[in-house]
């Protein structure tokens, strides 16, 4: 009885361990000058034209952009979009694997032209500072 009581106690020691080295890695990562704040890594800049949405992205230098984090969405419903411009890259990621992603800048506009009036425009992304931090989706509503 004595054996299982002490196997369950180091279980949830080393559980214990576990939880408190990834809060400290993820609160160092946080806390890191070198690591800057998203709106700054990611400077988006977006408008309307021609009942269009246009969106473009000026990513910092050591900062990346997951393609498949990137929505349209109009009044909540997902708007497909076409790419203008970007430097695309394929890169083995160490938090999400194989991965697209984009670095220094990306454009895209939607792809079918919409009454804007009134409407509520969405735009969410993610993207990471290499080996150092990934930043959860971020909703910008214009």
Known sequence: MSFILFMMNLRNLLYSFMFLSCVSFS??????????????AFV???FVSNNQIH???DIKKGYYLYKKSIFLKLNKLNVEYTITEA?????EDKFFGESVVFKDFLRIKSMTKQDLNDATIEISYQGCAEAKYCYPKIIKIL
């Open 87 to 91: 430097n695309e890259y394929n890169q």
């Open 44 to 46: 988006l800049y977006a």
């Open 27 to 40: 609160q160092e990562a946080f806390n890191d000058k070198n690591v800057l704040d998203p709106d700054k």
């Open 55 to 57: 969106a473009s992205w």
